[in-house]
């Protein structure tokens, strides 16, 4: 059976699973922005890419622009490749949070079903302690009753031999 200093650390370290689940759900959502506009700055990568193909004129101001775009792309691609990491993190973290729920909900049961059960027991007991409390009554009536009967006897016993 858990203590209440148990349960209360159990409800405080889920309080606290919930409010990191919250935070990486923020960070999760501003990851999921800048990801998209990360998608963004490298489909305009590709873009220029096919337009240097275009213009060979053009060619030595394009590789200039091209090189630029190509560390975005490279810082991009890193950026995602850490953001990816991030968000399978954040999905083992919420794994672990949706497993640690299910015991939790798990252990509320099972300390539900103990209260239940003691207050059963607790039920029984005050009926057998009442139970008791009769029998120690009906001890106290069968050996006052045999007290007086052994007076009785006595002074039967006694009248019958005075008057032998």
């Known amino acids: 059976m858990l203590s209440q200093q148990q349960i209360q650390q159990i409800i405080s370290e889920n309080e ?5 689940v919250k935070e ?5 959502s501003l990851r999921e922005e800048e990801l998209e506009l990360l998608r963004e700055q490298a489909a305009g990568a590709a873009a220029l890419r096919s337009q240097l193909d275009l213009r060979l004129e053009e060619m030595a101001f394009m590789q200039n622009q091209l090189g630029k775009q190509q560390r ?3 810082g991009a691609e890193s950026r995602e490749m850490e953001l ?3 968000l399978v993190d954040s999905v ?5 949070y949706t497993n640690l ?3 939790y909900l798990y252990t ?3 300390l539900e079903d103990l209260q239940e059960e003691l207050a059963t027991l607790k039920r029984k007991n005050n009926m057998l302690q009442g139970i008791a ?7 106290s009536k069968v050996e006052n009753l045999s007290f007086e009967r052994d007076i009785l006897l006595e002074k039967l016993t006694a009248f019958e031999n005075i008057q032998e």
């Open 16 to 20: 606290a699973l919930q409010a990191q």
């Open 108 to 110: 509320s049961t099972q």
């Open 72 to 74: 975005k792309t490279a």
């Open 24 to 28: 990486l759900e923020e960070i999760l």
């Open 101 to 103: 729920k299910q015991q």
């Open 92 to 96: 083992q973290l919420l794994h672990q």
């Open 84 to 86: 990816q990491q991030e």
């Open 133 to 139: 409390v009769q029998v120690g009554e009906l001890e």
